[in-house]
T-cell receptor, first 114, second 110 residues
Framework: KAGVTQTPRYLIKTRGQQVTLSCSPI?????VSWYQQTPGQGLQFLFE???????NKGNFPGRFSGRQFSNSRSEMNVSTLELGDSALYLC?????????????FGEGSRLTVL | DAKTTQPTSMDCAEGRAANLPCNHS???????VYWYRQIHSQGPQYIIH???NNETNEMASLIITEDRKSSTLILPHATLRDTAVYYC???????????FGTGTQLKVEL
């Protein structure tokens, strides 16, 4: 079956702009998590959505937000972009709702903020 | 904060077993041990996980000590394609929030 699909793969924005990233999970998966990866901070958890509800949230400012649709597809939005938001944004889906389980990661969206 | 400690890097000869250690001395009773790897420029890939017992799948074996304070991931016959950063992660129920540490850079060489 198809894996986790993230779009766009690469994008360049300037400071102050906003960006929306999209994630299509594996068919049947209801949990979608978002992670930010930077050389300095490594992989950091942003938030998780399950059945259209945010279930967990990491320690990121309110400029980072997300949502999940009824078909489990998810989007994350970053407003008022800063240079430090340049990162690889990874989406992961999971078929297990109750217990942390196997996460299937996409290839990521690489955001560059100029 | 990551609650696991891993060596920064390891080397392994192709065809030999790669044994990657992980210390998690403050692990809670309901926390599983997960292993993921990330090949350069790709998303992390799940390898294996366990709670108390040793586990084996087609990719690797996971050995967890009886006191659960440490574990070892074993790649039985490492290949060049196993060169990656390997993350040992603790996770509990209630969601899929994983805290990744810095991992171990495994380099498999001829």
């Amino acid at each position: 079956k198809a894996g986790v699909t993230q779009t766009p793969r690469y994008l360049i924005k300037t400071r102050g702009q906003q960006v929306t990233l999209s994630c299509s999970p594996i068919s049947g998966h209801r949990s979608v998590s978002w992670y930010q990866q930077t050389p300095g901070q490594g992989l950091q958890f942003l938030f998780e959505y399950f059945s259209e509800t945010q279930r967990n949230k990491g320690n990121f400012p309110g400029r980072f937000s997300g949502r999940q649709f009824s078909n489990s597809r998810s989007e994350m939005n970053v407003s008022t972009l800063e240079l430090g938001d340049s990162a690889l944004y990874l989406c992961a889906s999971s078929g297990q709702g109750a217990v942390t389980g196997e996460l299937f990661f996409g290839e990521g969206s690489r955001l560059t903020v100029l | 904060d990551a609650k696991t400690t891993q060596p920064t890097s390891m080397d392994c000869a192709e065809g030999r077993a790669a044994n990657l250690p992980c210390n998690h001395s403050t692990i809670s009773g309901n926390e599983y041990v997960y292993w993921y790897r990330q090949i350069h420029s790709q998303g992390p890939q799940y390898i294996i996980h366990g709670l108390k017992n040793n586990e084996t799948n087609e990719m690797a074996s996971l050995i967890i000590t009886e006191d659960r304070k440490s574990s070892t991931l074993i790649l039985p016959h490492a290949t060049l394609r196993d060169t990656a950063v390997y993350y040992c992660i603790l996770g509990a129920g209630g969601g899929n929030k994983l805290t990744f540490g810095t991992g171990t850079q495994l380099k498999v060489e001829l």
